[in-house]
């Protein structure tokens, strides 16, 4: 698995992610619950994966890889 990169926390930055189809990885309280997958759509609240779950982002981190 690829390095983590930075974190994924703005609406702009969340949308870049989308746009050009970016690999990122989901944590939650430190442990990793995904990687490898890409954003399909988000929200102010919410960010839906091409892995058809749907995070909450007060609840998990997301990072680029």
């Known amino acids: 698995m690829k390095q983590v990169n930075r974190q994924i926390v703005s609406d702009p930055d969340f949308e870049r992610m989308r746009v050009f189809s970016q690999l990122i990885a989901v944590y939650r309280d430190n ?10 759509a988000h929200s102010e609240h919410s960010v839906s994966c091409d892995n058809d779950v749907t995070y909450i982002k007060a609840n998990h981190q997301f990072y680029r890889l």
């Open 31 to 40: 442990e990793l619950l995904d990687a490898n997958i890409r954003i399909v």
